[in-house]
């Protein structure tokens, strides 16, 4: 019963109401009066925020003596301090009472004191040691500063153990000092845990400085595991994507583990000893600690030759452990969709995927969640999804035909329906699970479309066709779908129709009961096409193979030679140019030019050498612009109209007709380039009415022409399309690709997945990762340059030299096969080996860092001659030419030069530092460091969304570009004017506007581009 004098203690309406609520939800009777007092000694404010965490609890046994412990806590807590205090210092100071393990259950609940409430928000399988430290029900035992870390939202907690970096966590902060951060806002939490210990233990460079912590911008957990099986934790990173896998679990709940090479070697590291990484192994058996909270090995994916593009020195393959268990305090009241599930139970919320037939399939296809996607806003319970059949090739008789392990041919390989309704759900231009806009600049990604414009989709349906075809993941019912829908308008609405070729993992009746995290998710969508396109150096000579001159090739050579010259002269060719390379400064050059800064600038001039060199690279490499070329997503006639000779194509003013070579990379078999004839096919009208960009192939003949073309299919593959009349003149084509016997798969004897226990399957999965992250096959590698070599030398014979091209066209066609299979290896489980007898033993020069080269005469090496020829007899911009801008000269307050002088000598200081690191995260850090000296300049990220005054930030850009030039022309050195640019760029240009007398115009970059047909545009 609650104090008859409960009621003559006042307190504020907003605090009674919340007390009334939590008495309702927790089943408690109102507080006594002591209670009550001891809310009436705070602000309205602080007791609000008491009741608060306390109606936050799952369970409390006497709410007047939580109340009063609470409240006792809030006084008890100590004034702000950086220092770093040892365990010991920690326990003796600490606001939390003693409670002995042994203290019985009836001795707690008798009493109406702090003890009282201390024990119950605590779960049944967690108890408090004496010496303050958290006890689990297996004996193990957590530091009072990782029950104090178990408090915070995780993104702090995570931040902290980020700059702890390889000390001990109870060796440098109390749990005072993290309970007294607990409630700041991210910014200035971020800001004083940086002070208290950050910058004592971890480089700035590794700093999480952000203004976006709250933008909503996916948070990205990373570890880093050592060799000997320490591990040190790096972020959170802020970005724009989510996958599958984080939208399910949540951000927080997904940790990227980076697993070191052996070699590696740390001071406070030991060599790996043992069998196959064995600390590596151990910690795939007993998980990640991250703070109070395990994480468990859950997935992997090689991101293969396009990752390893963006980053060349580190690993594709991508490791994900996901968060299993947690005895941090602040997880106890969230319901978690992984609480009490195995791993297996954990995967199975996402598909049934030990349904697949081997441990290779399993990875593969779980990785689908991995994929970067548009979740679609769309119910799948009130989707009907249907499957229908596969088109299979059949002879002239109409008889199935099948391949040489049995399995029937089709021509519908990964492509299907979808109704237009469900069409109109998804926006345009989408690529690689981003929105773009018609020009091809990401504006918003899906979380940010979803939040900022939730009726977009809807509005935008009544006044637009949907996309024509979108490539796209499905996850439902257990089933994993992937591949292509196709708009169909006959379709009832609402509905989907998959086909079997396109379902990569099959449901398990036996969890039909079971519910699993069902979605539609968008990777792609069908875009307008770029004006024209590049060749590849593999493309040329497949071109030259089947008869295209040479000097067709030169004469493009030529004239992208001219124009890269004329950028030192030619504003329109200089816009171009740096737009092309917009992404390498941040368009500061784009801007400096459209502000009116002469061309004749040095920092430009060096710039614009700097991008000169690379079209003259891209060159080098056969990267040849091409006109009426474009690329378009492929998917099949669903009229069966077309002949096993004809295509249709779609574009922006409808279907065309004509001949068109038709290619899929990455193709190295003569007849992977087909001619065929574009048709206009009138019933697909009826199909898919104004959607536009795609190619249809037909449904006829004894086998598709996706599969004649490097083994293709319609999930989503982009075809390269020409309509160029002169490769039209000259290219005849070749007898398509067969595959080999090599392309035959033996009955496999090895264990299916379903076949495995829990933990062998775990340590089988986890050897696998070991295996792709630490022994990565370069056999595809291997081929493909032999088969370049071995054709660069078939182009140069004479037509007398019949036997050595016939065995050089033998050789050739077996690493065909072998470079197909080893591109299909990773899911096939196929072990390829290259023979010595088909590695190439000599190389031609254009082929770069080779043992044993030749030079070579053939159309690529004209090409990457000719640009050598060209680069040796251009004017090198002056590098000591260090002059200034006159209408910059003038004036500045000496607090501005004094301040800025003292900032640069920092910048140089820490930018040397950066660059000392491996090229994998080089680029990363001198990032980091260079956007720390613009929001010194402007407060926040750039110039547009200052807060400063803005003559204040002219007078300061102005000392900036002074201190830069200086000292960029006392060291005769034209790229020190970089950090004014870099920093003060956007400033500086707008500045330079005013002072010609002039106004600035708005403009998108990605208008800009398409303006001047540049080629980093939307594909």
């Known amino acids: 019963m609650a104090d008859s004098s409960s009621q003559v203690v006042l307190l504020p309406d907003s605090v009674e109401q919340l007390l009334k609520q939590i008495c309702a939800e927790k089943s408690q009777c109102p507080p006594s009066a002591a209670a009550r007092s001891?809310?009436?000694?705070?602000?309205?404010?602080?007791?609000?925020?008491?009741?608060?965490?306390?109606?936050?609890?799952?369970?409390?046994?006497?709410?007047?003596?939580?109340?009063?412990?609470?409240?006792?806590?809030?006084?008890?807590?100590?004034?702000?301090?950086?220092?770093?205090?040892?365990?010991?210092?920690?326990?003796?100071?600490?606001?939390?009472?003693?409670?002995?393990?042994?203290?019985?259950?009836?001795?707690?609940?008798?009493?109406?004191?702090?003890?009282?409430?201390?024990?119950?928000?605590?779960?049944?399988?967690?108890?408090?040691?004496?010496?303050?430290?958290?006890?689990?029900?297996?004996?193990?035992?957590?530091?009072?500063?990782?029950?104090?870390?178990?408090?915070?939202?995780?993104?702090?907690?995570?931040?902290?153990?980020?700059?702890?970096?390889?000390?001990?966590?109870?060796?440098?902060?109390?749990?005072?000092?993290?309970?007294?951060?607990?409630?700041?806002?991210?910014?200035?939490?971020?800001?004083?845990?940086?002070n208290a210990l950050g910058k004592n233990c971890i480089n700035e460079l590794d700093r999480q400085r952000s203004l976006d912590w709250d933008s909503g911008k996916v948070h990205l957990y990373e570890c880093h595991v050592y060799p000997n099986g320490s591990y040190i934790f790096k972020g959170p990173y802020l970005n724009k994507q989510r996958t599958h896998l984080q939208r399910v679990l949540g951000d927080d709940n997904v940790l990227i583990v980076k697993f070191a090479n052996r070699e590696i070697d740390l001071s406070t590291s030991a060599t790996c000893s043992g069998n196959h990484y064995t600390a590596y192994s151990s910690i795939a058996k007993e998980g990640i600690l991250v703070g109070l909270r395990r994480y468990r090995f859950f997935v992997f994916k090689d991101g293969g030759k396009e990752e390893k593009k963006k980053n060349p020195t580190s690993s594709p393959v991508k490791c994900f452990f996901v968060r299993m268990e947690s005895n941090a305090a602040f997880d106890w009241n969230d319901s978690y969709i992984l609480s009490k599930k195995t791993v297996h139970e954990a995967r199975c919320l996402f598909m049934h995927v030990h349904m697949v037939s081997s441990l290779e399939k399993y990875m593969a296809r779980f990785s689908l969640i991995l994929s970067k996607t548009y979740k679609l806003d769309v119910d799948l319970m009130n989707v009907k999804v249907e499957t229908i059949d596969d088109l299979h090739c059949q002879d002239d008789n109409g008889v199935n035909i099948n391949n040489k392990d049995g399995e029937p041919l089709i021509h519908t390989d990964g492509t299907g329906f979808i109704s237009k309704d469900l069409a109109l759900k998804c926006p345009l231009n989408m690529y690689k699970g981003t929105c773009f806009n018609g020009n091809g600049k990401s504006f918003l990604n899906s979380s940010e479309l979803e939040e900022k414009f939730p009726d977009l989709r809807v509005a935008e349906s009544h006044k637009r066709e949907p996309p024509l075809l979108i490539q796209f993941r499905m996850f439902y019912n257990g089933l994993a779908v992937k591949g292509t829908l196709l708009v169909n308008r006959?379709?009832?609405?609402?509905?989907?129709?998959?086909?079997?070729?396109?379902?990569?993992?099959?449901?398990?009746?036996?969890?039909?009961?079971?519910?699993?995290?069902?979605?539609?998710?968008?990777?792609?969508?069908?875009?307008?096409?770029?004006?024209?396109?590049?060749?590849?150096?593999?493309?040329?000579?497949?071109?030259?193979?089947?008869?295209?001159?040479?000097?067709?090739?030169?004469?493009?050579?030529?004239?992208?030679?001219?124009?890269?010259?004329?950028?030192?002269?030619?504003?329109?060719?200089?816009?171009?140019?740096?737009?092309?390379?917009?992404?390498?400064?941040?368009?500061?050059?784009?801007?400096?030019?459209?502000?009116?800064?002469?061309?004749?600038?040095?920092?430009?001039?060096?710039?614009?050498?700097?991008?000169?060199?690379?079209?003259?690279?891209?060159?080098?490499?056969?990267?040849?612009?091409?006109?009426?070329?474009?690329?378009?997503?492929?998917?099949?006639?669903?009229?069966?109209?077309?002949?096993?000779?004809?295509?249709?194509?779609?574009?922006?003013?409808?279907?065309?007709?004509?001949?068109?070579?038709?290619?899929?990379?990455?193709?190295?078999?003569?007849?992977?380039?087909?001619?065929?004839?574009?048709?206009?096919?009138?019933?697909?009208?009826?199909?898919?009415?104004?959607?536009?960009?795609?190619?249809?192939?037909?449904?006829?003949?004894?086998?598709?022409?996706?599969?004649?073309?490097?083994?293709?299919?319609?999930?989503?593959?982009?075809?390269?399309?020409?309509?160029?009349?002169?490769?039209?003149?000259?290219?005849?084509?070749?007898?398509?690709?067969?595959?080999?016997?090599?392309?035959?798969?033996?009955?496999?004897?090895?264990?299916?997945?379903?076949?495995?226990?829990?933990?062998?399957?775990?340590?089988?999965?986890?050897?696998?990762?070991?295996?792709?992250?630490?022994e990565p096959s370069f056999e595809a590698g291997i081929a493909a340059d032999s088969w370049l070599a071995f054709m660069d030398r078939f182009l140069t014979l004479e037509d007398d030299c019949v036997s050595e091209k016939e065995t050089l066209k033998r050789n050739m066609l077996q690493l065909v096969d072998i470079y197909y299979c080893a591109l299909d290896a990773p899911k096939s489980g196929l072990k390829i080996t290259v023979p010595e007898k088909l590695k190439a033993k000599r190389f031609p020069h254009f082929m770069g860092n080779k043992r044993e080269t030749y030079r070579s005469t053939s159309i690529l090496g004209e090409i990457y001659n000719g640009v050598e020829y060209f680069q040796k007899n251009i004017t090198a911009t002056k590098d000591s030419d260090v002059w200034t801008l006159p209408c910059f000269g003038c004036e500045v307050p000496n607090i501005y030069l004094n301040l800025w002088k003292e900032h640069y000598d920092q910048y140089r200081c820490e930018m040397t530092d950066a660059l000392k690191h491996d090229d994998e995260i080089k680029d990363v850090l001198a990032d980091k460091v260079t956007q720390k000296y613009k929001q010194l300049l402007y407060g926040t990220a750039d110039f547009e969304d200052s807060p400063k005054i803005t003559e204040q930030i002219y007078e300061e850009a102005l000392a900036i570009y002074q201190i830069t030039y200086e000292h960029a022309r006392r060291q005769g050195a034209v790229r020190y004017c970089g950090f004014a640019w870099k920093v003060a760029g956007s400033a500086l240009c707008r500045l330079y506007i005013i002072k010609q007398g002039d106004r600035s115009l708005l403009c998108s970059p990605s208008v800009l581009r398409e303006v001047f047909n540049c080629k980093n545009s939307l594909a």
């Open 38 to 194: 001891h809310l009436a000694s705070l602000d309205e404010q602080a007791s609000l925020e008491i009741l608060r965490e306390i109606r936050a609890v799952r369970e409390i046994r006497t709410l007047s003596g939580f109340i009063i412990y609470m409240v006792k806590r809030s006084h008890a807590s100590p004034g702000p301090s950086s220092a770093p205090v040892s365990p010991q210092e920690s326990v003796c100071s600490s606001p939390w009472p003693q409670i002995s393990a042994s203290t019985s259950s009836c001795a707690l609940s008798s009493q109406s004191t702090d003890d009282d409430a201390i024990r119950s928000p605590v779960p049944e399988h967690v108890i408090w040691s004496s010496s303050l430290s958290l006890e689990t029900e297996n004996g193990q035992m957590f530091s009072p500063q990782l029950v104090a870390l178990g408090e915070l939202e995780f993104r702090k907690a995570f931040l902290i153990l980020n700059y702890v970096g390889w000390k001990k966590l109870e060796d440098v902060i109390s749990a005072n000092k993290i309970r007294e951060l607990k409630h700041l806002p991210m910014r200035i939490f971020e800001f004083e845990i940086w």
């Open 490 to 774: 006959k379709l009832q609405g609402g509905t989907i129709q998959v086909r079997p070729s396109m379902i990569k993992v099959e449901a398990d009746a036996k969890l039909s009961h079971v519910k699993t995290e069902n979605s539609l998710e968008i990777v792609g969508t069908s875009n307008q096409p770029k004006k024209h396109t590049y060749l590849s150096k593999y493309l040329i000579v497949l071109l030259s193979y089947g008869g295209v001159p040479k000097r067709y090739f030169l004469t493009i050579l030529m004239n992208a030679l001219e124009e890269a010259q004329s950028i030192y002269s030619s504003k329109h060719a200089a816009l171009r140019v740096s737009l092309d390379y917009g992404e390498m400064d941040d368009f500061i050059v784009a801007r400096m030019i459209l502000s009116g800064i002469p061309l004749n600038e040095p920092f430009m001039q060096y710039r614009l050498s700097t991008f000169s060199n690379e079209d003259r690279k891209r060159l080098k490499e056969g990267r040849l612009p091409i006109t009426d070329c474009f690329y378009l997503m492929g998917t099949v006639d669903p009229t069966g109209t077309l002949e096993r000779d004809e295509v249709c194509i779609i574009l922006d003013k409808g279907q065309i007709s004509g001949k068109v070579l038709v290619f899929k990379n990455p193709g190295l078999h003569f007849g992977d380039i087909h001619v065929l004839n574009a048709k206009y096919v009138k019933d697909l009208e009826d199909v898919v009415e104004n959607s536009k960009y795609a190619i249809f192939f037909p449904t006829k003949g004894p086998r598709s022409l996706a599969d004649e073309m490097a083994n293709s299919d319609f999930d989503g593959d982009l075809y390269w399309v020409s309509r160029n009349p002169q490769l039209l003149e000259y290219f005849k084509a070749s007898k398509p690709w067969v595959p080999s016997d090599l392309y035959s798969r033996p009955k496999s004897s090895k264990r299916k997945p379903c076949e495995f226990s829990a933990e062998e399957l775990e340590h089988e999965l986890f050897q696998l990762f070991l295996t792709t992250r630490f």
